[in-house]
């Protein structure tokens, strides 16, 4: 099983699977554009991607979205509210959404999808568990773990998780305290802090790769997210990695080869 991560942030998200011959994306949060120029230098095209799979509506995760569709048609897997939310501000998307059962697993391809709810500020939101040749799981955008949450994401191979901002930063930093407050509570965005304590618990089930993602440009930087998490689940226990706004992180479950340019 092959992971790329094209971009994992507010300023976008979008995350390539691939098993054997089976290839989809996780969030449509960037150009076509910008897209197909990650695709082609993985060798590959939009149309042999088979699905994209979407957490929730918010903006950094479907912004592509409508020109994907357009481009390609490819179908699209969300859990019902999403979907509603999709096709009620993209009309065209009705054709491709496929609607899923949060909790129940389906096949796409050559792989066995599962969805999770994770509690974020929207009606409905979902992270993926994908189980392949390897299994992997993420779950961004939430503001705290719940039960649900760490059953999702226990036993991955591979886990791509929230490290959304330093405490500090957001605190004394320029937000007005209405955003601050949004994404201090329980339906906001995880902490530094709150994901070096799920990360320990993951590398404690068995996960030997952690992908620290969607942190915020204005309230953390990639060393404090890092150390963070490292400073709870020690040095050289697990692969600890940033996912990168910009540019591709490309990680083999197999062989437990990265890459990052």
Do not use: W
Request: with cysteine; proline share 3%.
């Amino acid at each position: 099983m092959k992971i790329k991560v094209f971009a994992s942030g507010s300023g976008g998200n979008c995350l390539l699977l691939s098993d054997r011959d089976t290839h989809i994306l996780i969030d449509a949060g960037i150009s076509t554009r910008r897209l197909q120029q990650s695709l082609r230098a993985a060798g590959l095209d939009i149309r042999d991607i088979g699905g994209v799979l979407i957490t929730h509506e918010h903006s950094d995760h479907v912004s592509g979205l409508k020109t994907l569709l357009r481009k390609a048609g490819l179908p699209v897997y969300a859990p019902h509210t999403v979907a509603a939310r999709l096709c009620g501000f993209l009309p065209e998307a009705a054709d491709f959404v496929r609607v899923i059962r949060t909790g129940e697993a389906f096949s796409l391809g050559g792989l066995r999808v599962r969805a999770f709810h994770t509690p974020h500020d929207t009606d409905e939101s979902v992270g993926y568990r994908v189980e392949g040749r390897g299994i992997f799981a993420l779950a961004t955008d939430m503001g705290h773990v719940t039960d649900e949450v760490l059953e999702g994401l226990s036993g991955a191979d591979a886990v791509l998780i929230e490290s959304n901002h330093d405490l500090d930063m957001l605190c004394n930093g320029p937000y007005p305290v209405r955003l601050k407050r949004r994404i201090l509570s329980e339906r906001g965005h995880l902490s530094n802090a709150d994901c070096a304590r799920l990360a320990e618990e993951l590398v404690r089930k068995g996960t030997r790769t952690v992908i620290l993602g969607h942190l915020s440009r204005e309230n953390n930087r990639p060393e404090l997210a890092l150390r963070e998490t490292e400073s709870l689940i020690g040095a050289g226990t697990a692969r600890l990695l940033c996912a990168p706004v910009f540019g591709c992180l490309e990680i083999d479950t197999e062989e437990d080869a990265v890459c990052s340019r």
